[in-house]
T-cell receptor, first 117, second 114 residues
Framework: AQKITQTQPGMFVQEKEAVTLDCTYD???????LFWYKQPSSGEMIFLIY??????QNATEGRYSLNFQKARKSANLVISASQLGDSAMYFC??????????????FGTGTQLKVEL | DSGVTQTPKHLITATGQRVTLRCSPR?????VYWYQQSLDQGLQFLIQ???????AKGNILERFSAQQFPDLHSELNLSSLELGDSALYFC?????????????FGQGTRLTVV
């Protein structure tokens, strides 16, 4: 079963506009973390923002904010004032514990964002 | 720059061969994770080490193995390589192994098997 679902394979946004990238997740663990990463065409994975399952407030990091709706199991990324440099693939990920005390990140399939002039 | 260093950046090798990918975590990070990114499988978790001990295992093939050394650097060994092993291999590190710790990724090693 898909644990992280990103339903938008591709998105377009005009420069300076805001854009929301959708992410829903599925877990029965009460303790988990949600992450967003950016992967530009050069390939590196850049950490953007984190939300803990017990956090009461939505996480924000500069132009990035995470719209966390726990009951709906959604963790949408909002990018305000889009810039050309925001064009990239964006991945939503969930960290869960595994047997033995470790943990792992499970990634969605990604959303390709293109910022246009 | 995330502070996680992976070498080499690119690797081209033939089927049947063995390669070693190296990862140096951020200073102070005890956990190291390996991920594989391929076109058909997406980003897949392979294995996690914490302070030298294996802590979590994902969809890692028996032909693949990893270890974390006392200086906390890690190596991923891939043997009997097949064309399907061609992928981008990422290492990530975090301070601890709690679920709320951020994981920072290296730039990846792009492996091409010909």
């Amino acid at each position: 079963a898909q644990k992280i679902t990103q339903t938008q394979p591709g998105m377009f946004v005009q420069e300076k506009e805001a854009v929301t990238l959708d992410c829903t997740y599925d877990t029965s663990d009460p303790s988990y973390g949600l992450f967003w990463y950016k992967q530009p065409s050069s390939g590196e994975m850049i950490f953007l923002i984190y939300q803990g399952s017990y956090d009461q407030q939505n996480a924000t990091e500069g132009r990035y904010s995470l719209n966390f709706q726990k009951a709906r199991k959604s963790a949408n990324l909002v990018i305000s004032a889009s810039q050309l440099g925001d064009s990239a693939m964006y991945f939503c990920a969930m960290r869960e514990g595994v047997t033995g005390g470790g943990n792992k990140l499970t990634f969605g399939t990604g959303t390709q964002l293109k910022v246009e002039l | 720059d995330s502070g996680v260093t992976q070498t080499p950046k690119h690797l081209i090798t033939a089927t049947g061969q063995r390669v070693t990918l190296r990862c140096s975590p951020r200073s102070g990070d005890l956990s190291v994770y390996w991920y594989q990114q391929s076109l058909d499988q997406g980003l897949q978790f392979l294995i996690q080490y914490y302070n030298g001990e294996e802590r979590a295992k994902g969809n890692i093939l028996e032909r693949f193995s990893a270890q974390q050394f006392p200086d906390l650097h890690s190596e991923l060994n891939l043997s009997s390589l097949e064309l399907g092993d061609s992928a981008l291999y990422f290492c990530a590190s975090s301070v601890g192994q709690g679920r709320d710790t951020e994981a920072f990724f290296g730039q990846g090693t792009r492996l091409t098997v010909v």
